[in-house]
């Protein structure tokens, strides 16, 4: 998984769901403007959700709100263990 993608999960909740708008405020100016970059949103989306990242939550087709899996809260888990580590050797 590319850094990107640890970084795009660590936006998401993982106790408590994020909204959608949430979530567009939290990528601040990564958030999309263009048509195209708002399909490569949800596909992102799309495939963290068919992969086991994240749950995804729609009310009549519609993205609701995201929330990390078990997986994806794991991996930002190990992705903090790891900075604290480097940390901890300083």
Do not use: Q
Not at 7 to 18: P, V
């Amino acid at each position: 998984m590319s850094e990107e993608d640890l970084d795009f999960l660590a936006l998401i909740g993982s106790t408590e769901e994020t909204s959608f708008n949430e979530l567009c405020s939290a990528l601040g100016d990564d958030c999309p403007h263009e048509k195209s970059e708002w399909r490569d949103l949800f596909m992102k989306i799309e495939r963290m959700e068919r992969d086991g990242y994240i749950e995804v939550s729609r009310l009549n087709g519609r993205l609701e709100g995201l929330m990390l899996s078990e997986s994806g809260a794991s991996l930002i888990r190990e992705r903090l263990d790891a900075k604290r580590g480097l940390l901890s050797i300083l």
